[in-house]
């Protein structure tokens, strides 16, 4: 996400309109490529991250009030959640305005962002994120190519069946990578189910789950979640009997009510 700052307007002594200057800073980070460039210097990344922080408050005007259902907000909104696929960001509430709009205009409608947007969602799992998209799309539109695979990915992903997953995802490669950080993204979902899910599991089985990763990788994310390696490539997830949590029910009646209830039996 982008970090707030109280300083972003320091960057902003053009005297531009703030949706000009929004438009601005999207065609500098299309140009660019990455807000968070590594060959930047101090002053000019710290200007690109305040920059970042104008245009997530900028857009974040745009929804409030009446304004959400401006269509003239379309465009920029729609190069917002290009912003998001690029630069690892999500705003859940941007990208439902722009499919609200596309549901008052049927006209505006754009496939590619709508795949981003939905793509996204999946990301969040297992937050309801996409099924808020979803319910915003037509029945046409859910069956149409590429909709119909990515609502398939989506039904997979729920069931938890990683590895029939994983191999759609790489079929479909070229529209999975165009959303940056997509795969670790499940795979932090993968790794809440198998917390909750596991005491033990294989270490092979734990790689095809993660999505074929290699040992290094397999390592990063075992360490990554307090896991420990054991003998016969086993690896210990978590006693799932300490996570066991009872509840004690303390239902307070009264004297008058058992009377009346005791009277009622008779």
């Known amino acids: ?15 531009h309109p703030a949706n000009i200057k929004l438009f ?7 140009q660019t490529g990455h807000f968070r460039s590594q060959n930047t210097g101090e002053s000019e990344s710290c200007c690109i991250l305040k920059m970042a922080e104008a245009m997530r408050q900028t857009v974040a005007s745009m929804l409030k009030g009446i304004e959400r259902y401006n269509a003239e907000n379309l465009p920029t909104l729609e190069r917002y959640v290009e912003i998001q696929s690029r630069e ?17 205009d049927p006209q505006t409608y754009n496939p590619e962002i709508t795949c981003q947007i939905l793509l996204k969602a999946l990301t969040n799992f ?3 994120d996409f099924v808020l998209c979803k319910c915003l799309l037509s029945e046409k539109h859910l069956v149409q190519h590429p909709i119909d695979h990515i609502m398939y990915l989506a039904d997979i992903l729920e069931r938890c069946d990683f590895q029939q997953f994983w191999d759609r995802v790489h079929a479909m490669s070229d529209m999975c990578s165009r959303i940056t950080g997509f795969h670790d993204s499940i795979r932090k979902f993968v790794c809440h189910v198998v917390g909750i899910t596991f005491q033990t599991v294989d270490r092979h089985l734990l790689a095809q789950l993660l999505g074929g990763v290699d040992d290094v990788t397999l390592r990063q994310w075992v360490n990554k979640y307090g896991w420990k390696e054991q003998e016969n490539n086993m690896i210990f997830i ?11 029910i303390t239902e307070k009646i009264d004297f008058e009510s058992a009377t009346t209830i005791m009277a009622a039996l008779r």
């Open 1 to 15: 996400g982008f970090q707030d700052s109280n300083k972003q307007q320091e960057c902003f002594q053009d005297g």
């Open 24 to 30: 601005l800073i999207l065609g500098h980070s299309h």
């Open 88 to 104: 690892n960001a999500y705003d859940l509430e941007a990208n439902l305005a722009v499919l609200k709009l596309y549901q008052f």
């Open 126 to 128: 297992p937050h309801t």
């Open 238 to 248: 978590a006693n799932q009997d300490e996570n066991i949590k009872t509840k004690n």
